[in-house]
């Protein structure tokens, strides 16, 4: 699934290993969610909305494909 979650990510200038530290997951979940290799659980999707302070669809996107 595509995302926004790198750019959003990169404009807080945080690592991989912080954004992972603030949604309580690994730094390699982030890598993979960025990379679109792994769609977050509604959970986490939820959490990392409420980090960015956006609504799930503004982040990601299910009807694009990632790449």
Do not use: C, Y
């Not at 912080?18 to 890598?31: C, F, G, I, K, Y």
């Not at 290799?37 to 509604?42: G, I, R």
């Amino acid at each position: 699934m595509k995302n926004r979650l790198k750019v959003l990510r990169a404009e807080r200038d945080w690592t991989q290993a912080q954004l992972a530290t603030e949604l309580d997951v690994s730094r390699q979940t982030v890598n993979a969610i960025e990379k679109g290799k792994h769609d977050p659980s509604l959970p986490l999707a939820f959490r990392i909305a409420a980090l960015f302070e956006l609504a799930i669809e503004e982040i990601f996107d299910p009807e694009a494909a990632a790449g």
